[in-house]
């Protein structure tokens, strides 16, 4: 172990921080001391506690000086916290893994399975209890996805006001084509982002979009889908429309 001598006496570095300083501080009057700890990128340089008698007002308590010998000098090691860069394998597993859960049922069921067969007739009800209707789940997941998808791709993008912009007013459809064109620019945002993942440095910060990564927009993506097919899965069912396996 490194050890320091003061005064006769060998102490640890950690026993002179904690007590060594703390006694000399004790035995010299602030103003009456200079006090000299140097720390350089190598390690403990030297260290110095020296009264000056001709400022100190009670003579009887100032001492000579207290020379404190280093008997060695430990490095102290600065601690590298940069993050390890992934390998390319690494990178193409988790870009695959991504894509997966964009476009396929993992743990739960997906946005494809969430909207098949719905009547026409129940996609714009709201049951009792429940916020939202069918429609505006749809409509509300595929404003998000565009939103996200523009902003991680698109410089020039301008989000929708929020949350007002994020959800249609009316619970039914506004036309007999509404739901299908809903559904349609859903999956034709998700291929677009399928694509950008296939092709992208998906860890690469992306300055136009305060520096997240595409890795990032899509797991945000996920995360707010899935919270939301849940809500849907949920209001089919109590308008007894989800089918049972």
């Known amino acids: 172990?490194?050890?320091?001598?003061?005064?006769?006496?060998?102490?640890?570095?950690?026993?002179?921080?904690?007590?060594?300083?703390?006694?000399?501080?004790?035995?010299i009057p602030s103003r009456s001391r200079q006090k000299t700890i140097v720390y350089s990128?190598?390690?403990?340089?030297?260290?110095?506690?020296?009264?000056?008698?001709?400022?100190?007002?009670n003579q009887s308590v100032c001492r000579p000086t207290f020379p404190i010998h280093?008997?060695?000098?430990?490095?102290?090691?600065?601690?590298?916290?940069t993050m390890p860069q992934k390998s390319t394998k690494e990178s193409n597993s988790f870009r695959k893994e991504l894509i997966s859960l964009l476009t396929e049922d993992n743990a739960h069921a997906g946005f494809?399975?969430?909207?098949?067969?719905?009547?026409?007739?129940?996609?714009?009800?709201?049951?009792?209890?429940?916020?939202?209707?069918?429609?505006?789940?749809?409509?509300?997941?595929?404003?998000?996805?565009?939103?996200?998808v523009e902003y991680a791709l698109n410089p020039n993008h301008k989000s929708p006001n929020f949350p007002d912009g994020y959800w249609p007013k009316s619970p039914?459809?506004?036309?007999?084509?509404?739901?299908?064109?809903?559904?349609?620019?859903?999956?034709?945002?998700?291929?677009?982002?399928?694509?950008?993942?296939?092709k992208s440095d998906i860890l690469a910060p992306i300055r136009h979009a305060n520096n997240q990564s595409l890795a990032s927009k899509t797991i945000l993506l996920l995360d707010h889908n899935a919270y939301h097919l849940g809500q849907l899965i949920l209001l089919r069912r109590l308008l007894n429309a989800w089918p049972e396996k």
Not at 5 to 26: A, E, P, T
Request: positive net charge; proline residues 4%.
């Open 172 to 198: 039914k459809p506004s036309h007999a084509k509404a739901w299908d064109r809903s559904i349609a620019s859903f999956r034709a945002d998700r291929k677009k982002l399928v694509a950008a993942l296939d």
């Open 1 to 27: 172990m490194m050890k320091l001598r003061v005064s006769g006496c060998y102490w640890s570095k950690d026993q002179f921080r904690n007590r060594g300083i703390s006694m000399l501080s004790s035995i």
């Open 41 to 57: 990128a190598q390690g403990i340089t030297n260290y110095r506690m020296t009264p000056t008698i001709a400022s100190c007002h």
């Open 70 to 81: 280093l008997t060695s000098v430990p490095k102290l090691q600065r601690e590298d916290t």
């Open 112 to 148: 494809d399975a969430a909207v098949k067969n719905l009547p026409v007739n129940l996609r714009g009800e709201r049951p009792r209890g429940l916020s939202h209707s069918a429609y505006q789940l749809v409509e509300h997941l595929r404003i998000a996805q565009w939103d996200i």
